[in-house]
């Protein structure tokens, strides 16, 4: 009776079991039948380009059934043709990651080599067509976008590289023009240094020169000989050189001078002569 009970149970738990097992089918097929009807109604509005109503047909499908390939597939590529290149770029990279069908990662890997290439993002471009063709070797349409890629991952690193050597160039003038403004810097202050110094050199001789005129008793030297002759100097220094072919005022003076003594000399001569008298003609006696 015992064993009886036990495989009873037995029965009844694998019955049980079986039933869940046949729900949780049923469920997923009918969630799949949902997701894949969600599917089509989007692809109808997309075909009409209505970009709003079929990205909700696409969300539910993907409510429905978050693994539905072609709802995340046909979300992105909806997103493409409405022109937001991020969000399609996301669910095309969700769609290559989760598809397990070659020709399902082929197209999402070709179409986010468009994205890239739309967003001039040339090098990461050339990986995304790389790896489409993985998928399918023997497109010729994503082997001539891979080729366009390529040409213009080379232009923008060529670029780069230019903009690298401007960069470069601009910064060791900027370094050479610091270190001429340092260089210039130190020597002015160099400069000022060497100037305070002969400042100062030039006080300590001012003081050792008016300690030198100062006596033994400390008392300033006379300097009415030395102020003396300084003003004859300096009157001697202020006198007009004569020009070339003129006398200088004391040649003048010595020559006033001279016309003087010689006139004198003339009038006492004229007046020597009149004390002598004059000759009184007489007449004889008879």
Request: glycine share 4%; aromatic share 4%.
């Amino acid at each position: 009776m015992k064993h009886l009970l036990t495989i009873l149970s037995v029965f009844i738990s694998l019955v049980s079991f079986s039933q869940e097992e046949d729900d949780a089918m049923k469920a997923q097929l009918l969630a799949m039948k949902k997701a894949n009807n969600y599917v089509y109604e989007g692809n109808a509005l997309l075909n009409d380009d209505d970009f709003v109503s079929a990205e909700m047909e696409y969300r539910k499908a993907l409510s429905e059934q978050a693994s539905t390939k072609a709802g995340v597939y046909n979300l992105g590529t909806s997103y493409i043709k409405n022109g937001n290149f991020d969000e399609a770029l996301y669910r095309l990279q969700q769609a290559a990651t989760s598809s397990t069908s070659k020709e399902e990662k082929h197209r999402a890997f070709h179409n986010i080599g468009n994205i890239l290439m739309k967003n001039k993002k040339c090098k990461e471009a050339v990986e995304a067509y790389k790896n489409a063709l993985r998928n399918n070797p023997i497109d010729d349409e994503t082997r001539y976008n891979l080729g366009i890629a390529k040409e213009c991952a080379e232009e923008q690193q060529d670029q780069q590289d230019q903009n690298q050597d401007q960069n470069q160039d601009q910064n060791q003038d900027q370094d050479k023009q610091d270190q001429n403004k340092e260089n210039e810097d130190q020597q002015d202050k160099q400069d000022q240094e060497n100037k305070d110094k002969e400042g100062e050199n030039d006080e300590n001789q001012d003081k050792k020169d008016g300690e030198d005129e100062k006596d033994e008793d400390g008392k300033p030297k006379d300097e009415k000989e030395d102020k003396g002759d300084k003003g004859d100097e300096q009157k001697q220094n202020q006198q007009p050189k004569p020009q070339q072919g003129q006398l200088s005022p004391q040649q003048i003076k010595n020559l006033l001078e001279a016309m003087n003594n010689q006139e004198q000399k003339v009038q006492e001569k004229m007046n020597a002569e009149k004390q002598k008298g004059v000759k009184v003609k007489t007449e004889k006696d008879w």
